[in-house]
C-alpha cells in the first residue's frame, strides 16, 4: 500500500513538472453537479463545433498556453460543450449562445458572471480572465452599481450591451428605456440604441448608417441585406414604426458597432 501511494506520488510530481501539460478539462454528464462541486472556483463553459476554425485555433494557440493552463488549474473549473451534440444543444439553449466560440464563466450557483464571444489570443485571453475573475465590468459588477446609482448613464448602458451580448434584447431595451427615462441621454446614443433594439426584438433589422452629413451620420430605414451583431448575413427586411432618418453625432456613432458603415444595397437614399 506504501509503496502505490509513493508510486502515485512521483507519478504527480513527473506531471508537475511536465509544462506541456494538457489543460484541465473535466468530463461530466450533469452540468448543475459542476457547479455544486466549484467552490471558490469559477466554472469555464466552452462551446464549440467541430466544423469551425475559430474553435479549433482557440484549442490550439489559446487554449494550449502554459499561463492559461496555470490560471486554469487555479482558479477554474473547466468543460467544454460541443453545442451540436449530446447535452450541447439544451445547455447551449440554456445560456442562449449564438455563435462559436463562446465562452461563459459561470460562479457556484451556475449565474453567468461575463462571456468572452469568438476567438482571443493567449494573452488577450487571460486579460479577460483576470478581468471577470476580478469582477471588472461583469454583468454581476454591473448590477451591483445598478443598485447603489440607477441613473449612472455608463451602468445602464454598459449593462445593455453586456445583455445584448448575452442575447437578451428585452433587458437590454430596459436599460436604454431606464437612460431615456431619467433624461440622461445628451448624446442621443440611448435613443438609437432603443430604436434599434425594438426592431430586433421585432424579428425587423432596423437602420443603416450612410456616409457622413456635416457632424452627423444618417441612420435611414430600408430594405437591405444586414447583419447580426455577430457579423454573420441574414436577409431580413426592415418594417420600421418610422420612415424618418436619424441623425447621430459623428462621434459617438462608433459605439454602434453593431452594423458596419455604409452597407447599403437598394432603396437606401439618404
Given at each position: 500500500?506504501?509503496?502505490?501511494?509513493?508510486?502515485?506520488?512521483?507519478?504527480?510530481?513527473?506531471?508537475?513538472?511536465?509544462?506541456k501539460l494538457a489543460y484541465p478539462?473535466?468530463?461530466?454528464?450533469?452540468?448543475?453537479?459542476?457547479?455544486?462541486?466549484?467552490?471558490?472556483?469559477?466554472?469555464?463553459?466552452?462551446?464549440?463545433?467541430?466544423?469551425?476554425?475559430?474553435?479549433?485555433?482557440?484549442?490550439v494557440d489559446t487554449f494550449n498556453d502554459?499561463?492559461?493552463?496555470?490560471?486554469a488549474n487555479d482558479y477554474l473549473l473547466s468543460i467544454k460543450i460541443d453545442a451540436e451534440k449530446g447535452i450541447g444543444p439544451e445547455i447551449a439553449k440554456r445560456f442562449n449562445i449564438r455563435?462559436?466560440?463562446t465562452i461563459v464563466i459561470?460562479?457556484?450557483?451556475g449565474y453567468e458572471v461575463d462571456r468572452i464571444v469568438g476567438y482571443l489570443s493567449p494573452d488577450s485571453f487571460l486579460k479577460e480572465l483576470h478581468r471577470i475573475r476580478k469582477g471588472k465590468n461583469t454583468i454581476?459588477?454591473?448590477?451591483?452599481?445598478?443598485?447603489?446609482?440607477?441613473?449612472?448613464?455608463?451602468?445602464?448602458?454598459?449593462?445593455?450591451?453586456?445583455?445584448?451580448?448575452?442575447?437578451?434584447?428585452?433587458?437590454?431595451?430596459?436599460m436604454i428605456n431606464a437612460i431615456l427615462a431619467a433624461n440622461i441621454d445628451s448624446s442621443g446614443v440611448a435613443y438609437?440604441?432603443?430604436?434599434?433594439?425594438?426592431?430586433?426584438?421585432?424579428s425587423f433589422v432596423l437602420a443603416v448608417i450612410f456616409a457622413p452629413v456635416g457632424n452627423s451620420l444618417i441612420v435611414s430605414p430600408c430594405d437591405i441585406q444586414t447583419w447580426e451583431?455577430?457579423?454573420?448575413?441574414?436577409?431580413?427586411?426592415?418594417?420600421?414604426?418610422?420612415?424618418?432618418?436619424?441623425?447621430?453625432?459623428?462621434?459617438?456613432?462608433?459605439?454602434?458597432?453593431?452594423?458596419?458603415?455604409?452597407l447599403c444595397a437598394k432603396n437606401c437614399a439618404p
Open positions: 500500500m506504501k509503496f502505490k501511494f509513493l508510486l502515485f506520488s512521483f507519478f504527480c510530481f513527473l506531471l508537475s513538472c511536465d509544462s478539462w473535466i468530463t461530466v454528464s450533469d452540468l448543475d453537479q459542476v457547479f455544486k462541486i466549484a467552490g471558490d472556483k469559477l466554472v469555464l463553459i466552452d462551446f464549440e463545433t467541430e466544423w469551425w476554425t475559430w474553435c479549433d485555433r482557440l484549442d502554459d499561463k492559461i493552463k496555470k490560471f455563435g462559436y466560440p459561470a460562479n457556484n450557483k454581476s459588477s454591473l448590477l451591483n452599481k445598478f443598485q447603489s446609482n440607477p441613473n449612472n448613464f455608463n451602468t445602464l448602458f454598459n449593462l445593455a450591451k453586456k445583455y445584448e451580448g448575452k442575447g437578451d434584447i428585452a433587458s437590454a431595451n430596459r438609437f440604441f432603443s430604436i434599434l433594439y425594438e426592431a430586433i426584438e421585432t451583431p455577430t457579423g454573420t448575413p441574414t436577409n431580413k427586411s426592415l418594417l420600421s414604426s418610422t420612415k424618418d432618418k436619424l441623425a447621430l453625432p459623428y462621434s459617438r456613432v462608433s459605439l454602434a458597432s453593431t452594423f458596419p458603415p455604409k
